[in-house]
């Protein structure tokens, strides 16, 4: 590589840098219950050794419903042992997969077409990818996982210049397998399938002694999740969301009203399932979505912005046509490595009932980037103006981010990461009342502990849900939660007003009419970028409360309880 | 010989999917196009997001065009989706804004494959590819498209001719034929339950 194109590539790093670094604290604004729960895990475990339920080092992360896989939040451990617990420390590990995802993205390309122009290309296209900088900039597992397998196929290929590269391909595999669900079935995957491909080059003497050190590497990584695998909490994720688990959700067609020979014949669960697949299968290749729609979750896209630029659709056509095309031999890896790519990455993501899901499917991301770079790099064999109008296309591209990523997602999506309740954690913190938070929508527990830096050993002490033994195994959950003076739980309200103490709670959960008949005062009300109250916090008045349930008692009917005491 | 029968039975399920999906559920001619006035949730949506900025950015992003271009945009990427022709617009027929219905069965998909896989390799089948791209840029402009949009059937139907052809060469087709001749009895019988 010349001066040239060392700047180049230093320059599509400080633009990846800026755009996943840039106001990473405050936008996302909110901090979603996920994000909380593993970090106050790693801060947990920093300090007691132990997770917030009280196991010593996890190999799966209870959470609510669900268990998390482990690597994330180990790997925050020693991020909080510099930076400190706090939302930006939280995301940057995701912010940093992201530099890494451009940086062997582009070493990949670069090795398998030995086309400089082309993978300087696709980090750029990486860099600003809205679909990556998206993951990034939250503490998502995906991302991680993603950076892990990026690096597992660099060293796959860097085997052949030496074959040590395949210790360090064992160590990536599993760590990208341990790292989130998808990767569970894609590593194995891409790793077993690039093998057979390579079988002569792996399998001879000179590679035995190696092979043997990176498969006893690579299981000892595996091994102990491996063997968690039958149960629930391993199998809780698949259960809860695969088309082909029943009891969830009928198969897309399925008529209830059918019987006889018609319900054999068209609620057949084989073809129905099978279609399903298939739909949700083709639409990650639809332009409808990648240029469209996207994901619907609002935590797993941007409002008004699509995983895709609409500019690159056209390219992207070119890419697809290069890949069915012959060419030139030189190309073959990177083209097997391609088509590899995107067919094994949507194999979890299309077996989940979600219609394009950006969290399960990311892998997909770099194919395609690919792909649309292939597109850009014809156009510019055949057009020497190619670099003028890229130019272009990318600052167009970097203001048509700006917005839904730095302006619209903190406005209209703000709910969805529970924006607020960081505010609730500082208007509560100096109270010497007890405290109610109502989680009857949420788990806002994880938020008050990750806001509040709750001591790690007590809230283990307080809070039994349940033994080590049963960890992964008893499902049950203890929805009360003690978080020193904070009780979260539902506020029970023919209890909770006759005791002095402050209840905390969303819009419909703490309503003015409420305020009016229990004898409440309002200490503090939290509002969203509209103005809207999404948290209240008040005060109860147990005296005047009883008082006013006399006078209504005898007859001296009152609509609005006068509050007399400080 | 049955070889020959299984595989023009699939070719002809393939011809009059759509042709029957539109006498089963018969279209309404709607001759209106994207240029119909500002509805009230689409200048709510506009304002509240040029009201989030006061940069000069948005003007560029965001100005008088930006409906109607939405509309457009959405109509093209509606006719570009692979869902809408294979199935019925699943998985999210639920925001499609348009009237979907059942095209093609979805294992002739698997034909359409094929034939990009053809055209891309011989540049005279661009003209079919220039012909749909034509006809769904000009589709685009109309505010329901359904029924209108029959005259993709042309050129797509024969891009699946091209593939279910090419299947032809391959030894025991007639195993795979004769699957998808099963499975697209199926498919069109299920729109007449």
Partial sequence: MNKKQWMGLILILILGIFLRFWNLGETPKGFFCDEASLGYDA???????????????????????????????????????????????????????????????????????????????????????????????????????????????????????????????????????LTYHSERVIT?????????????????????????????????????????????????????????????????GFNENLTGWKNIVFNNRLILQTREFGSLYVSYFSPRYLFGLGDPGPRSSYPDLAPFLFWQLPFLVGGWCWLFKKTDKKENDLKFLVILMILVSLIPASI???????????????PLIILISIGIENFWKQFKFTPIILFGLIVWSLGRLYLPIFKFNDYFRGYAWEEGVEKITEKIKNQTLPIVVDNSRGEIYSQILFFTKADPKKY???????????????????????????????????????????????????????????????????????????????KTHSQDKRKFDIENKIGKLKNKCVVTEP | MWNKVLWLILVTGIIISWPLSLINKPVHFDKATIFYPVTEEETWNFEKKLALDTSKIKKFYYNKSTIVKDRYLKNFLVMMDLNNYFFAM??????????????????????????????????????????????ILILSFLKQVDGWDFILFFPITYLLYLGAKDLLKYKYNWILNLGLVLLMAIEIGRMFL
């Fill in chain 1, 188 to 252: 194995p995957l891409v790793l077993l399938i690039l093998f057979i491909k390579n079988w002569k080059e792996i399998f001879n003497k000179k590679n035995t002694k190696v092979l043997i050190v990176s498969f006893l590497l690579g299981l000892v990584l595996i091994l102990p999740t491996v063997k968690l695998m039958t149960t629930p909490g391993f199998m809780s994720r698949l259960n809860s969301l695969s088309i082909f688990s029943d009891g969830v959700k009928k198969p897309w």
């Fill in chain 2, 90 to 135: 699943h998985p999210r027929e639920d925001v499609s804004g348009v009237a979907y219905r059942f095209k093609y069965p979805f294992e002739a998909i698997l034909f359409l494959i094929i034939a990009i896989k053809i055209t891309c390799k011989n540049k005279k089948y661009i003209k079919v590819w220039l012909i749909i791209l034509a006809e």
């Fill in chain 1, 43 to 177: 801060y947990s475990i920093l300090f007691t050794g132990k997770d917030q339920f009280g196991k010593t080092l996890p190999i799966l992360f209870r959470s609510f419903v669900d268990f998390k896989p482990p690597i994330y939040t180990f790997f925050l451990i020693p991020i909080y042992k510099i930076l400190g617990m706090s939302v930006w420390s939280t995301r940057f590990l995701s912010a940093m997969a992201g530099i890494v995802t451009i940086w062997f993205g582009f070493w990949i390309v670069k090795n398998l077409s030995k086309n400089i122009r082309l993978a300087l290309i696709t980090a750029l296209l990486l860099a600003i990818s809205p679909w990556q900088i998206m993951v990034s900039r939250t503490s998502y597992e995906t991302n991680l996982a993603l950076a892990f397998l990026m690096i597992m196929i660099w060293s796959f290929y860097k085997f052949k210049e030496n074959n040590k590269w395949l210790i360090l391909t064992a160590i990536m595999a599993g760590l990208s397998f």
């Fill in chain 1, 460 to 538: 283990q002490e307080e809070n039994f849900e349940v033994d080590e033994k049963n960890y992964y195994v008893d499902m049950n959950r203890n929805k009360i939660k003690q978080i020193d003076n904070i009780s979260v739980r539902p506020i029970v309200w023919n209890e909770d007003i006759y005791k002095d103490q402050i209840l905390v709670g969303d819009a419909l959960s703490i309503n003015q009419e409420q305020i009016d008949e229990h004898c409440l005062t309002v200490l503090f009300e939290i509002k969203d970028s509209e103005g809207k109250i999404i948290f209240r916090g008040i």
């Fill in chain 1, 352 to 366: 989940t009932r979600d219609p394009f899901s950006s969290i399960r499917a990311l892998p997909l991301v770099w």
